[in-house]
């Protein structure tokens, strides 16, 4: 069964992805760390820059196991302020 | 400023709010004036021309806006559980800002002065690691997202 899961990026991910957001499928079992994965695979120019990942607006780490409809967002280390 | 354009959070301690309207420092930091207070200490965090030698234009900042709420609120409760305070107002400016303009106020209002300020540097100190806020610095010779400050 197959997850249906939608991917956020802001900031420094955005630009690199030419995107502020997507739908992605994944096998069901599959965790932030897949996600990363796959984005990392499907956008080159994301490099090897470090990400930080929320699910549902939540600090979540690689491990997270992901359910149905789950909303990743990906994004560069912070600099509000 | 028009608080109507400031998307907002409540909290027991405060609210928190983003908005792209210019911020009216004073107004803000008399949002809460307690009877048990007598101070508020309020950060006025502005946008600076020179950083390490190089020259801004302007910035222009972008944020997770639901989740840049909810961890400021998060900010909120947690420094009313650790320091002797009444009320926190943290408002964050969002889109382009030019060089001099508030980017940033957080006002904390405390029966005494020492808990304002340490509260006011936690919390700043905090928001800059932990708030999904991102400041891109368009200087004279190019642009970029900022490294921000990892904890």
């Known amino acids: ?81 | 400023m028009r608080f109507e354009k400031i998307a907002r959070l409540e909290t027991t301690s405060g609210f928190c709010g983003l908005t792209t309207e210019s911020l009216d420092v004073g107004l803000i930091a008399r949002s809460f004036i307690p009877e048990e207070c007598g101070a508020t200490v309020t950060l006025d965090g502005y946008v600076r021309r020179f950083t390490r030698g190089r020259e801004t234009l302007h910035l222009v900042y972008e944020s997770y806006e639901s989740m840049a709420l909810k961890e400021m609120g998060k900010l909120i409760d947690e420094a009313a559980e650790h320091f002797d305070i009444s009320k926190i107002v943290i408002i964050h400016r969002l889109g382009r800002l030019e060089i001099g303009e508030t980017s940033v106020v957080i006002s904390v209002s405390a029966p005494h002065r020492r808990a304002a300020f340490e509260a006011c540097e936690w919390l700043i100190t905090t928001l800059k690691q932990r708030v999904p806020i991102f400041k891109k610095e368009v200087y004279s010779d190019g642009e970029e997202w900022s490294p921000g400050e990892t904890a």
């Not at chain 1, 997507?22 to 984005?39: C, H, M, N, Y």
């Open chain 1, 1 to 81: 069964m197959e997850l249906h899961l939608t991917v956020l990026f802001f900031a420094a991910a955005a630009d690199a992805s030419g995107l502020r957001s997507r739908p992605v499928r994944l096998q069901k079992g599959a965790t932030v760390a897949d996600v990363l994965s796959f984005v990392r695979a499907e956008y080159p120019a994301l490099g090897s820059q470090r990400l930080l990942t929320a699910v549902n607006e939540e600090y979540a780490p690689g491990d997270r196991l992901l359910v149905e409809w789950d909303e990743i967002a990906l994004f560069t280390p912070v600099s509000g302020g």
